[in-house]
């Protein structure tokens, strides 16, 4: 079956991303977290064998730096709509009309998500129709579908959410149940949008590295470690 992951991600334009870390971050040091972010998840995605990562990016002119950040082994697509709600359902039907049979998206807000969860999203859509990730603000971190659902569940799964909101998961969920499309469940996890947030990612950072797990985020890590000095 022919598998696709989306990342969705931003130019790191200071004052464009990670914007509710300012002003406990300036607006500089706040891109380059987004920078450490991205860079550490795809290089984390670049593991997974038999599918193919995709970086939707915005603006449109964005592709030639993040190219040169992320790298030529993955594939480059715009992100295309008005609002969140559009350029998610212009990215699955993307991947849909190039042939995938499972399509997952994700953000690049939580660099330390364990990549077995990614793994368990692609075994789920071998017997489910969709596949959701919650966060713990009340959105969620994956969606995927299996190109069978595709068409019954999108674009109306997007269509009325409250975005940027902690009401995210829950009208996803009961779009779905609307659609009755079978569902697949990821463990919660949490994104870095606020300064607690950033505050939670050095503890649990620093827990790892006591406790000896393995920290897949070496680039935040690093950052992290100057930022708190």
């Not at 022919?2 to 300012?22: G, H, M």
């Not at 039907?93 to 995938?100: I, R």
């Not at 299996?146 to 902690?166: D, G, M, R």
């Not at 503890?203 to 100057?226: N, P």
């Amino acid at each position: 079956m022919k598998t696709c992951l989306i990342v969705f991600a931003k130019n790191p334009t200071p004052n464009e991303v990670k914007t509710r870390l300012i002003p406990t971050l300036l607006p500089e040091q706040a891109a380059t977290l987004y920078t450490a972010f991205l860079t550490d998840w795809c290089k984390t995605l670049a593991k997974l064998t038999n599918v193919d990562l995709v970086i939707a990016y915005t603006p449109p002119e964005a592709q030639r730096y993040l190219q040169a950040l992320i790298g030529d082994d993955v594939i480059y697509t715009p992100q295309i709509g008005a609002d969140l709600g559009e350029r998610l359902t212009s990215a699955a039907q993307w991947a849909a009309e190039h042939g995938y049979t499972k399509i997952l998206l994700v953000g690049s807000d939580s660099p330390t998500l364990p990549i077995s969860y990614i793994s368990e999203a692609i075994r789920l859509l071998d017997s489910r129709d969709t596949v959701v990730g919650p966060s713990t603000d009340g959105g969620y971190y994956l969606i995927g579908f299996s190109a069978a659902a595709l068409k019954t569940t999108v674009p109306h799964v997007f269509e009325e959410i409250a975005w940027s909101t902690a009401d995210v998961f829950q009208q996803t969920v009961a779009r779905m149940r609307e659609a009755e499309v079978t569902l697949g469940l990821l463990p919660p996890w949490y994104d870095i949008d606020t300064a607690e947030d950033l505050d939670f990612l050095h503890a649990h950072i620093s827990a790892m590295r006591l406790a000896g797990d393995t920290v897949q985020a070496v680039r935040t890590e690093s950052l992290l470690i100057k930022l708190f000095l």
